[in-house]
């Protein structure tokens, strides 16, 4: 529980970024047929062929991001280097449930970055650059969120609406599973992380930017 | 200038229905027990409520009529002559006529003179939009009393006829049952006036945030049970066909409900941000939340937000008088006014989350002037 008076301003401001995020992502079409039953596998393997390039991406962001905090921020950057170690290999799981969902490995293997991945990547590498990059809380927040909600609601949905042999989403869930604990830890080090006005208006702005690109990402996965 | 809530009324049908009693009254799908019905009762709290119907399914109150009752209770406590009444604005899910509006109905049978007229249709927050659209006109000087009434009569979509008439019986979904033990009948009448009138509730703000246009739907009358069948309730040839294929059963998308969470916690965050809310200053919460289920969910975010209100200061009527739909917030605002002892200068914060398409309506109120 985030106990000091910014820490918990900060908190309030994340929430609402995030009911924000909510509300743009349910606004972009894939995700529009995903929540109204529509979603095709094609749909699927689309959706995993354009993310497994964030995912990949992700490690890099994360490990820079512990690398730029100095010696008065260790216990942050320690806390960051358990992340990037937990998830560095995730996008083999994806690549499975591509090859599942009817795909081919060369294809995800050899896809690029969409254009929205490209901003994403781009702002996230630039902001994990700086010195002591207090405001990836709010990355990390909008991203870990996500999984949170891939594992407990689009995970289901995706098979609902694309059962047949060999779905599966793996990914998802086992994404979902050590999300719920980071985030805890997201919790935890909100009050470390914002310690000023100035730490707080950065947080909130990168977990503003991080949103938006993540749904041009996901709009970019239909013009893919 | 000024609003004040200065009488408030309810009324609830027949006498309480307990959860023992309550598949006897609405009926046996098929002629046999629910599964569902223990773990949705359990969840939502709910120990009693009222039905507009009886055990044989005729509607011994019409929602009108209930409506009518509200009003009459509410006026007459007030000792404000029926004739000053200048608005009548009025809100149901579902009048006992599909046309015309509601409050029509209401004003013929409160015999009502020349009032202006206003309905409001949605689903738990309509109440709320019927009370500002009154409160606005109030505020802009433009009627000086006006009369707002909620009112709803749900059990009639819950009898056991009407799933068979859908061929449910084997298949009854958990989405088409999940309201069957959630929602019943009441009405509850607000009067609005200028000046104060002994002890009263003086409206700080009314405030909605709808989320529409990035929610599915969650809450329906006129889809039917196939999701991949596009059409409403009456693109079919004949009402029977519509019936036959659900179209005309209550449904709520369970998986949506969440949803109704974050986002009644997402506007209050927004009014505490806009200054509207200071959370050390309220002294009561009237949250009309669906079910208990929600409550603790509402209160473990808050918390952890820093925005968290006692649990001691908030109120319910929920788990006795039932969910009544449109109709909650009012008949748990006159039960509060009735049983309380309010000191004057206490604030209020009202909230009502709907969960339809995702429409949450805020109301603070301050308590003015002593019991009398």
């Known amino acids: 529980m985030s106990n000091s008076p910014l820490g918990q301003e900060c908190l309030r401001q994340l929430m609402q970024q995030w009911f924000d995020f909510e509300r743009r992502l349910n606004r972009v079409p894939l995700i529009r047929r995903l929540e109204a039953g529509q979603f095709t596998v094609e749909d699927y393997r689309n959706l995993l062929r354009n993310h497994r390039q964030q995912v990949i991406e992700g490690s890099r962001w994360i490990s820079r991001c512990a690398s730029s905090f100095d010696r008065d921020y260790s216990d942050l950057r320690s806390v960051v280097i358990g992340h990037a170690t937990e998830e560095h290999r995730d996008y083999e799981i994806l690549e499975q449930d591509y090859v599942a969902a009817g795909g081919k490995l060369d294809d995800i293997l050899q896809a690029r970055r969409n254009a929205g991945t490209e901003a994403l990547h781009a702002f996230l590498m630039y902001r994990a650059s700086q010195p002591n990059p207090v405001d990836m809380i709010g990355a990390m927040w909008i991203i870990e969120g996500l999984g949170q909600k891939m594992a407990a609601g689009w995970a289901d949905r995706i098979e609902d609406c694309c059962a047949g042999p060999g779905v599966t989403t793996r990914f998802m869930r086992y994404h979902g599973d050590n999300d719920e604990e980071h985030l805890e830890k997201l919790y935890s080090m909100i009050d470390r992380a914002c310690r000023t006005e100035e730490d707080l208006y950065d947080i909130i702005r990168t977990a503003k930017v991080t949103g938006r690109l993540y749904c041009m990402q996901l709009e970019e996965v239909d013009n893919d | ?372």
Not at chain 2, 251 to 280: H, P, T
């Open chain 2, 1 to 372: 200038m000024n609003v004040y809530i200065t009488s408030t009324g309810s009324h609830l049908p027949g006498p309480p229905i307990d959860n023992e009693q309550i598949e006897n009254h609405l009926g046996f799908i098929g002629g046999r027990p629910s599964r569902l019905k223990k773990r949705i009762l359990r969840s939502n709290g709910i120990t009693r409520r009222h039905y507009a119907i009886d055990a044989a399914h005729n509607t011994l109150i019409s929602n009108d009529e209930m409506a009518a009752r509200a009003a009459a209770q509410c006026i007459e406590e007030s000792g404000v002559p029926v004739q000053r009444i200048g608005m009548l604005s009025c809100a149901t899910s579902q009048g006992d006529l599909v046309l015309p509006g509601f409050g029509s109905m209401v004003q013929a049978q409160l015999g009502l003179s020349e009032v202006e007229l206003h309905t409001s249709h949605g689903i738990c927050s309509s109440s709320m939009m019927a009370l500002k659209a009154a409160y606005t006109s109030l505020r802009c000087e433009e009627q000086d009393t006006a009369l707002v009434i909620a009112s709803e009569l749900a059990s009639r979509l819950f009898k056991a006829s009407r799933y068979e008439a859908a061929g449910l019986e084997e298949t009854l979904d958990f989405n088409a049952e999940f309201l069957r033990w959630m929602l019943s009948d009441g009405a509850g009448a607000l009067l609005l006036e200028r000046q104060p009138r002994g002890q009263c509730f003086r409206i700080d703000w009314i405030r909605g945030f709808s989320h529409a246009d990035a929610y599915p739907v969650c809450m329906s009358v006129g889809k039917p049970a196939d999701g991949t069948d596009g059409r409403t309730w009456q693109d079919f040839p004949t009402y029977a066909a519509a019936e036959a294929a659900g179209a005309l059963l209550i449904r709520q998308d369970v998986r949506l409900l969440d949803n109704i969470v974050k986002m009644g916690v997402d506007g209050f965050l927004r009014l505490i941000e806009e200054g509207l809310v200071a959370v050390e200053e309220v002294d009561h919460v009237l949250c009309h939340f669906s079910s208990h289920h929600f409550k603790s969910h509402i209160f473990g975010m808050l918390k952890r937000a820093g925005a968290a209100i006692p649990e001691e200061k908030w109120y319910t009527n929920l788990y006795t008088r039932g969910n009544t739909g449109c109709a909650s917030l009012f008949i748990m605002l006159d039960e509060f006014r009735r049983t309380r002892q309010l000191r004057a200068g206490e604030q209020i914060i009202c909230m009502v989350p709907e969960s339809g398409r995702f429409n949450t309506v805020y109301m603070a109120l301050t308590v003015t002037g002593n019991k009398s």
